[in-house]
């Protein structure tokens, strides 16, 4: 099909035939020094690279480009997102799925597997265990089974974790990762309150895809392709994309997943919110050897490293898929959002379910509490936040975008984390890590812009001291 970035088709707005031309173009091109130097003076300007352009860094050989490409990475982080790293928690609720996918332990013929769906009740202690790590924000996960996780189920777990106060907890955002569905479906979770809809396209190369996905609902390429259109025309406007690196040729997806952040941006007029990429890792029936495309750390990282060039805007997400060494090195590279304490089966929360019980997604590499990983981002000078202002207050979709693009969202976000570290030292952290985010505070509030923030700044953190909460700018 012919290419056409505005087009509401996925064959069109996803062409293989521009995926491949560009692949070939990036080859022929890897080594011109003068065309990857006049790329990376594009890309200072902070406005964002082509698909193409994007392609020729990814793929280029020379030693002190690359290395100039990371140094740019670096930059274009700090210059937008700083050195705050916004955490959240994934959250299953059901492991029912149709589908047959053949990288996710979920699908349908796998009887190894325990099935289990939690009720409201079980969903309230497991947000509870939440609220006692000190997360805010959630990201909830389901299988695919009209019967099993309907739209209904996934809108009444949604009401009961907003409506769940305990202690000084209250989780204020709930992220949605759930399958592709209609318009009139994303309505129905723009109205309960979602904040981003997240879905991973998993490759974007059709014949692939539907090798991988030869049953189910989710086999349909266009169905799933379209998704995020579907719940833009639903009124959601923070959408978050994504690939699962290693079922394709690296880079072909990496191609496919700008294309579709472009395609987002020039028939909606926003692009995606946020950009998540995991890699395949093992899991209950899933060999990683089985997969011949999975991709290396060095690789991993020059991924991180051109996606936040070409795209500087979204957020980046990187999950507990990746080791502590790993995530360390995308941190700096482009990654802005974390996961911490994370359990990837259906109850496993309230407790951690032993290897017989087997309900997970999959396997975790990085297996250390929320306050281990908060201090230790702190040990690494990045303040950890727990912010969910711009969602609460409005400031989503090209409303967002509008004040990143302009590099005024820090004028929010850096108070903002402030004060939510505050309430976490405050309520959940240990000692030491106490101290080192009290230190970060006191550090961080006298650069905060604007007299009148900094002065409001400090009398909010004197009032969650003295046992108030849920303060914002």
Request: glycine share 6%; proline share 4%.
């Amino acid at each position: 099909m012919k290419y056409d970035v505005k087009s509401e088709y996925a064959g069109e707005f996803i062409s293989d035939a521009e995926i491949r031309e560009t692949m070939s173009y990036a080859e022929a091109h890897k080594n011109d020094r003068q065309l990857i130097v006049s790329i990376l003076n594009k890309a200072r300007e902070c406005r964002g690279l082509t698909h193409r352009e994007a392609a020729v860094l990814l793929v280029s050989e020379k030693p002190d480009l690359t290395e100039e490409i990371f140094a740019l990475a670096r930059d274009i982080k700090q210059r937008f997102y700083g050195n705050r790293i916004v955490m959240f928690a994934p959250l299953y609720l059901s492991n029912y799925c149709v589908n047959g996918c053949v990288y996710c332990p979920y699908h349908a013929v796998n009887k190894t597997i325990r099935r289990r769906k939690l009720s409201q009740e079980e969903i309230q202690r497991e947000v509870i265990a939440l609220q006692d790590m000190g997360h805010k924000r959630l990201a909830l996960e389901t299988g695919e089974d009209p019967v099993n996780n309907p739209i209904e189920y996934v809108l009444e777990s949604i009401r009961t974790i907003y409506g769940i106060k305990h202690k000084n907890g209250a989780i204020r955002r709930v992220n949605v990762n759930i399958a592709a569905t209609t318009v009139e479906n994303y309505r129905k979770l723009k109205e309960a309150g979602i904040g981003t809809y997240i879905l991973f396209q998993e490759t974007y190369n059709r014949v692939n895809y539907e090798d991988l996905h030869p049953a189910g609902p989710k086999s349909d390429y266009d169905y799933h392709t379209e998704a995020m259109d579907r719940a833009m025309l639903g009124g959601i406007d923070d959408v978050g994309i994504g690939v699962l690196f290693g079922l394709e040729t690296y880079r072909y997806d990496f191609i496919g997943l700008l294309m579709h952040a472009e395609h987002l941006e020039a028939r909606f007029g926003v692009g995606p919110h946020t950009i998540s990429v995991p890699r395949l890792c093992a899991a209950d029936d899933i060999d990683t050897a089985d997969f011949k495309n999975c991709v290396p750390d060095e690789i991993f990282h020059k991924i991180v490293a051109v996606l936040r060039i070409a795209v500087p805007y979204p957020g980046m997400i990187v999950s507990t898929r990746e080791s502590a060494v790993s995530r360390e090195k995308v941190l700096e590279l482009g990654v802005s959002q974390l996961s911490g304490g994370s359990r990837t089966s259906v109850g496993g929360y309230e407790h951690e379910e032993t290897p017989d019980e087997n309900t997970a997604q999959f396997d975790v590499s990085d297996r250390r509490s929320l306050d281990e990983v908060v201090g230790w981002l702190l040990d690494l000078g990045y303040l950890p936040s727990f912010c969910t202002a711009c969602y609460r207050e409005g400031r989503t979709g090209d409303r967002f975008m509008s004040l990143v693009k302009k590099e005024q969202i820090a004028n929010c976000c850096l108070p903002n984390a402030l004060l939510t570290l505050k309430e976490y030292l405050e309520d959940y952290a240990s000692p030491a890590t106490r101290l080192k985010g009290e230190a970060m505070i006191a550090r961080l509030r006298e650069t905060v812009p604007g007299k009148y923030v900094r002065e409001n700044l400090c009398k909010y953190l004197g009032a969650i001291a003295e046992g108030q909460r849920d303060f914002r700018f």
